[in-house]
């Protein structure tokens, strides 16, 4: 079959999926005999499931870490991590396997082992969720991002389509003037990268933004519609997969057309998704625990979409601040900590609150804001800490916050780990 026909089915499919006449209890049927199928098929062709039930909930939950550890039980050709970074670092390819990886920039990489076909499937199906208008439209999509990847590739092979890499890594200098003349028409990039873009103004008029790759911030995202004259979409996406795309009424629609999601709570109305990736059939992915904070929609979208909603991803698992207390830990989690700041002082728009130690918490914020706005932002950050949890400190000092393009922007960081022992 032609690479084209792979592309055509997957987006079909999507598109049909996803469809606003479909009911959620019909399309959780599909789901479910979509997901027995690869239990029962693919899932224990691989070393680490060869003996597991065609059950989702007997099978263990497992981390990138573990993964990693042993990456050759998880994939059909028994690729291990050093021949697969190996290969990544030279070709890419095994046969005509692709290797890559994460960017890293959020702390320990991933690889990750794709088919031509799953390639092909993945090209589709992301452009049946972030281009609603293609392929009836031609598009230009210009993506920025830290590491280019085989992926993007494949979209050579679909017509009415052109896709530009960008190296985020190489500075936007580099890059801006070939930027403006790609012209694009769908623009895709983290949020600070965006921003810089809507500030600098070099002349690009997209129809589509996507923020991608880091946690979107209000004030971030305020400043990118404002530039752009448009509203914000989000790609919810890893190296472990595409997990979502927002629909025009800015919820994101969770990729259950090729992903089992379960949710763990993690406290305060949010969860930890452990996903089931039941369309990826080299390397296996069940049951894996990601590092995100989502907040879901309990009810469903005005958009008409079968697919879960998530009205915001908060942040990561290990940025939550977790303190001990008399009876039981007290957590705070990213979204609560960026909130008390920004509600403190509305001109604030950049910062970053940093657990440094055990017990001690720093504001920073850049050297254009004055003592009284730093310390305003720091009583409201301690009134916040101290009416939950005493005996923290809250320190604050102003700095130039430079962008580092060798890893996510984490506003909210907890750089502060417990000794294991």
Sequence with gaps: MSDLWHIARAFASTRYRSRQSLSRADFLIWQDRALQRWLQRDIPKTRYYSSATSRLDTLPIAD??????????????????????????????I????????????????????????????????????????????????????????????????????????????????????????DPTCLVGPPRILRALAEEDIGLTPRIVYSSAETLDPVDRQVIEAGFALKLGQIYMAAEGLFGVSCPHDNIHLAEDTTKFEFEPAGDGLVNPIVSCFQRQYQIMARHRMNDLLRLMPEPCRCGSPLQAVSEIVGRMDDVFVFDADTKPIYFTPDVLRN????????????????????????????????????????????????????ITVSARTARLYPDNHRKLRRVENQWRADPR
Excluded at 100 to 125: C, H, K, M
Excluded at 374 to 391: D, P, W
Aim: include cysteine; aromatic fraction near 8%.
């Design 64 to 93: 990138k870490a573990q993964m990693m550890a042993d990456f050759g039980a998880f994939n059909l050709g028994g690729i291990s991590a050093p021949v697969g970074w190996q290969h990544f670092e030279t070709s890419g390819t």
């Design 95 to 182: 046969g005509d396997i692709s290797v890559g990886a994460s960017t890293g920039t959020s702390g320990n990489r991933a690889l990750y082992v794709i088919t031509p076909q799953e390639r092909l499937r993945w090209l589709g199906t992301i452009l049946a969720k972030a281009l609603p208008r293609f392929p009836f439209q031609a598009e230009r999509v210009a993506v920025i991002l830290p590491q280019s990847s085989s992926l993007y590739d494949t979209a050579a092979r679909a017509n009415r389509l052109e896709l530009a890499f960008f190296d985020l890594k190489e500075g936007m200098e580099r890059w801006s003037n070939r930027l403006a003349a790609f």
């Design 340 to 391: 008390a700041v920004l509600d403190a002082d509305r001109s604030i728009d950049d910062f970053r609150i940093l657990r440094v130690a055990e017990r001690r918490i720093e504001l920073v914020l850049p050297e254009r804001y004055k003592p009284e706005q730093l310390q305003t932002s720091k009583a409201a950050l301690e009134r916040l800490i101290q009416a939950r949890c005493k005996g």
